[in-house]
């Protein structure tokens, strides 16, 4: 009886603690956005403007399971905001997405598509669900049936979804096939993140984890004399994770840690990153590396005595309570949303901490080579590898170095506040946001 009241208790505790937990993500955004709007000297109604979504579609998407029971799946899309073109971001199946989680989302690829110069508004779509608890067949009937209940909404021009946690290149195959089905024609620029095979670019795979390897190499220039020999933790060994790391080994960094959800691997004298991501076992859970310090603690990266840390699981994973082990001088943010400000603060207050590389800036290369696989897809054409891999260094160099002035302008013109990396990447990505819309008559 105990153990039921206890069990009971703590699933009450839980849920109440990941409610404020997400919503709090959305609160910080909101700040953000208006202490950016109140640095570049814009009108104050612009926060209302840009914050709230124009439209939030709510799905049920019933599927038959194996069992011969029929469970109904709870489905969203956050349509956040279109002035500068289709709405854009990815899909994410997980047990614990929220609409606040997704609004929240979906106002950051806003910002992001604005800030990377593409000519996409942001959207963000989530299915609340284990997809670990499903057999592939439950996979690709929930997957048909988001794209059925969401037809009417999405299209080359309108929306194009793309993966992001839990989904995946096999899944937006299912969905453009869903799609083009409806249609009654191939529709291939409806989704990116497609396979190669299927009017995908061999590049989108792994191109958020590339870009945030060239941005950590880009401020590691910048502020530590180089990439070589720096030592690198990775909180997060999924897509962007374990791509960042694969990258960033390439550059010359030594990548000493990783986690995922299972827990972690340690090794002082560097991991074999090509090794670690050649087994799908040990993407599934880092602690079968055959080398290297094991433990179940999925946080060992955030603490170790890395020079740049990359975290690239969730959301609200640098809180104000965990930073003081943080001893890493450069981060770069994979994840959207790991750093919570208050942290971000503390961080910034230390002697010698160079720079938060904001999420909207690091780990926008998917979303860049999802653009290009779009362009591609609309005229029915393709860049090799190489060529995309390469149009999305130049990108995310100039992206980044459009950050760098805009940061530096701004902190000289408020030298009595802090004006961190993400308040700049805010103020020009709103400028953007700001300029279209009064073209076009809305503000
Ligand atoms: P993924 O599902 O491939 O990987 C997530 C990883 O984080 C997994 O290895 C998982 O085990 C791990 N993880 C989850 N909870 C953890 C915890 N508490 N401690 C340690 N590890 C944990 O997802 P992904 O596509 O790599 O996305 C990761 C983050 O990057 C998300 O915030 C996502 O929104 C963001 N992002 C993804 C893309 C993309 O192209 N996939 C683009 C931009 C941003």
């Known amino acids: 009886m105990n153990t039921e009241i206890y069990k009971y208790l703590f699933l009450i505790i839980y849920y109440w603690k990941s409610d404020v937990a997400m919503a709090s993500y959305l609160q910080w955004m909101s700040q953000v956005l208006k202490e950016a709007i109140s640095l570049g000297g814009l009108p104050e109604e612009l926060h209302d403007l ?59 690829m806003t910002l992001k598509n604005s800030l990377a110069n593409i000519p996409y508004g942001g959207g963000k779509g989530a299915v609340k669900v284990d997809p670990t608890k499903l057999s592939s067949r439950e ?41 083009s089905k409806l ?47 720096k030592k690198v933790a990775v909180h997060g060994f999924g897509n962007v994770g374990s791509y960042a790391a694969y990258w960033l080994s390439k550059l010359g960094a030594k990548v000493i840690a990783i986690s995922n959800i299972y827990g972690s691997v340690y090794d002082p004298n560097g991991i074999d990153v090509e090794l670690a991501i050649s087994k799908p076992e040990v993407i599934k859970d880092v602690r079968t590396y055959p080398k290297g310090q094991k433990s179940n603690d999925t946080d060992v990266p955030l603490f170790v005595d890395a020079d740049i840390l990359v975290p690239a699981s969730l959301e609200n994973v640098i809180t104000p309570e965990k930073v003081e082990r943080v001893k890493a001088k450069l981060i ?99 400028e953007r946001i700001y300029k279209a819309m009064k073209l076009r008559g809305q503000i």
């Open 50 to 108: 840009i914050f709230k979504p124009e439209r939030v579609i709510s799905v049920k998407i019933p599927v038959k399971m194996d069992n011969g029971k029929v469970a109904v799946f709870e489905g969203y899309r956050v349509q956040h905001n279109s002035v500068l073109g289709p709405y854009k971001g990815g899909i994410r199946y997980h047990p614990d997405v929220t609409l606040d989680t997704d609004m929240a989302l979906a106002l950051g």
């Open 139 to 179: 996979l690709e009937e929930l997957s048909r049936g988001y794209v059925r209940a969401l037809y009417k909404f999405i299209g080359p021009e309108v929306d194009i979804p793309a993966p992001d946690v839990n989904t995946n290149p096999q899944i937006m195959a299912w969905m453009v096939d869903e799609y």
């Open 183 to 229: 249609s009654g024609r191939n529709v291939p620029a409806v989704f990116t993140g497609k396979p190669p095979e299927l009017w995908g670019n061999p590049a989108r795979i792994y191109s958020t984890g590339f870009g945030v390897a060239i941005l950590a190499k880009a401020a590691a220039d910048a502020f530590m004399g180089g990439i070589e020999g």
């Open 332 to 430: 770069v943010e994979g994840a959207n949303g790991p750093t919570v400000p208050e942290a971000e603060k503390l961080l910034y207050s230390r002697k010698g901490f160079h720079a938060v590389i904001p999420d909207i800036l690091a780990n926008s290369g998917g979303v860049v080579m999802s653009y290009l696989e779009w362009v591609q897809n609309l005229y029915w054409f393709n860049w090799s590898e190489e060529e995309a891999r390469e149009k999305l260094r130049i990108i995310m160099m100039d992206n980044f170095k459009r950050v760098m002035e805009a940061w530096k302008r701004l902190s000289d013109k408020n030298a009595d506040k802090l004006v961190t990396m993400r308040d700049a990447s805010f103020a020009l990505s709103v």
